[in-house]
Structure formats: structure tokens, C-alpha cells
Nanobody, 121 residues
Framework: QVQLVESGGGWVQPGGSLRLSCAAS????????MGWYRQAPGKQRELVAAITSCGSTNYADSVKGRFTISRDNGKNTVYLQMNSLKPEDTAVYYCNADVITIASTRVVDYWGQGTQVTVSS
């Protein structure tokens, strides 16, 4: 089995910063793409940022220039640096990873439990 654990969420005032981390553990052979999604109350879940194993990145238009995604392949960890936070960034943030386990060559999608980010005065 594979587990993804997020950390770093919390409350921050508008204009502030937070850094989210997501560590994958278990019987991992390799991890392809990793990413961050978010879901606000009454809204659809949306992709925030994604990164491939070789470092290619994609960002939602709403966060370009403010958020930065990165990863440490040796630690099976992905990060999301969030700067200039706005109230509309308030949501539950979920980590996602496409994992090839030791026991199989099939790619399986895994999700973390989510971490709350609240931006308000």
C-alpha cells in the first residue's frame, strides 16, 4: 500500500505565505506525476499545480506567479510554496501522485487526506 500525508496548512492573513508538503511512503518503485488540487465549499475540485518526474510543471491560471510547485525525488515528497495569498485561495488542498508500486508495473492514482488552508482578515 501507499500513503500520502500532507502538512503545512493553516490560517493566514491576505498577502501572507504558506508552504505545503506531501510525503509518499510505502512499497514505491517510482512516482510519475505529482500534484496539488483544491476544493472550496460548493465548488468543483480543481488542479492547482502539477509536476512530472523530470521537473515539467503546470499551473492553474489563478495561481501563476504566486505559487511554486517542486519535488524531492529522493524523499518522494512534493511541495507547494504559496505566496501573496488571497481569500479566494481558501480551500481544502489535496496531494495527488501517480505511483508504480514494487509489486506491479501498473500506475495507480493515490490521494492524501487533505489539509485546510484559510485566508482571511
Amino acid at each position: 500500500q501507499v500513503q500520502l500525508v500532507e502538512s503545512g496548512g493553516g490560517w493566514v492573513q491576505p498577502g501572507g505565505s504558506l508552504r505545503l508538503s506531501c510525503a509518499a511512503s510505502g512499497w514505491i518503485f517510482s512516482i510519475n506525476a505529482m500534484g496539488w488540487y483544491r476544493q472550496a465549499p460548493g465548488k468543483q475540485r480543481e488542479l492547482v499545480a502539477a509536476i512530472t518526474s523530470c521537473g515539467s510543471t503546470n499551473y492553474a491560471d489563478s495561481v501563476k506567479g504566486r505559487f511554486t510547485i517542486s519535488r524531492d525525488n529522493g524523499k518522494n515528497t512534493v511541495y507547494l510554496q504559496m505566496n501573496s495569498l488571497k481569500p479566494e485561495d481558501t480551500a481544502v488542498y489535496y496531494c495527488n501522485a501517480d505511483v508504480i508500486t514494487i509489486a506491479s508495473t501498473r500506475v495507480v492514482d493515490y490521494w492524501g487526506q487533505g489539509t485546510q488552508v484559510t485566508v482571511s482578515s
